[in-house]
């Protein structure tokens, strides 16, 4: 298989095309936990270096997932975290939570999850508007100079919030929703490119999938914005299955392939809990589209 490769933060080597583990299910069930460690292993095996997780995840089940089902990880394996959502010891409900001793002791309980001593990737999920973003990168700064996060990435920032974090730390990765079907990031990805920022687009195949579907996470007020974003939903998804008839291929895998082709910082993380699915998904890194092809997709109007 021919796979690119990409250095984050310029020095930790990973193959572009990644895993996400967030839909791997983390119950207690045997079977369906052997499933999980089953497609966390069989990524690795075809040849994935790149696993994205989040103390989100499970509220750190998923960590603890990845470690039983790998651990002891294979040279060159990459498995980066993300912290900053909490969760309420009231209401149970989730919310941002930038505060520095809770980035502290997020960063502290998926050190022991992953069973490492140091997170080579660690991102801010989100920037808490209510902690001055000083607080919250200085923080995640003092673990790196401490040794126990190798580089700091952040999640759905803007131009502007890219541009203030990067006067504070050198940000290694940026972590926002970017597929064909959503591209209100395009900004934020020219920005990473110009700076050698590796970017981790999430939902990566959104619009691989029906107009109904893709419609989930379009964002829409009124019944005339409904009915336009439906139908650009729709020729997004029609022209995925035109191109993907045209290579005898799926459309996720075209959606991963015209995501690798966009720019080289791309990353994709796509995720599954099925076998098959992965499969096909990292087989995309060998699908070349044509000029043609690239153009038509290019060309498409996201809702």
């Not at 089953?38 to 960590?63: K, Q």
């Not at 981790?200 to 964002?219: D, E, F, I, Q």
């Not at 291929?249 to 099925?274: E, K």
């Amino acid at each position: 298989m021919a796979w690119s490769t990409f250095r984050i933060g310029g020095d930790l080597e990973v193959r572009r095309l990644g895993f996400g583990a967030m839909r791997l299910p983390t119950g207690p069930g045997t079977g369906t936990r052997q499933a999980s460690f089953a497609v966390a292993r069989r990524a690795v095996e075809l040849g994935v270096t790149l696993i994205d997780t989040a103390h989100l995840y499970g509220w750190g089940a998923n960590e603890e997932l990845l470690a039983e089902a790998l651990h002891p990880y294979p040279d060159g394996l990459v498995i980066t975290t993300k912290v900053g959502v909490a969760r309420s010891a009231s209401t149970g409900e989730w919310g941002l939570d930038g505060r520095p001793d809770v980035l502290r002791g997020q960063v502290e309980q998926g050190l022991r999850r992953l069973r490492v001593e140091r997170i080579e990737l660690l991102q801010l999920h989100r920037i808490d508007p209510q902690v001055p973003l000083a607080d919250q990168l200085g923080a995640l700064r003092e673990l790196r100079i401490q040794g126990k996060v190798g580089r700091i990435g952040l999640s759905e920032v803007s131009v502007a919030e890219l541009e203030q974090a990067r006067g504070l730390i050198d940000v290694a990765s940026v972590q926002n929703r970017y597929s064909l079907l959503h591209r209100e990031h395009e900004p934020v990805l020219a920005a990473c490119e110009a700076a050698g920022i590796a970017f981790l687009p999430w939902r990566p195949v959104a619009g691989a999938v029906s107009a109904t579907g893709a419609m989930s996470g379009a964002t829409a007020t009124t019944e005339i914005d409904v009915a336009a974003a439906a139908a650009a939903a729709a020729a997004v998804t029609a022209a995925l299955a035109s191109v993907a008839a045209e290579l005898d291929a799926t459309p996720a895998q075209v959606a991963l392939a015209w995501l690798l082709d966009r720019s080289p910082v791309i990353l994709p993380i796509p995720g599954t809990a099925r076998i098959d699915h992965l499969e096909e998904n990292v087989a995309a890194a060998q699908l070349r589209l044509s000029p043609a092809h690239r153009d038509r997709l290019d060309r498409l109007s996201p809702p």
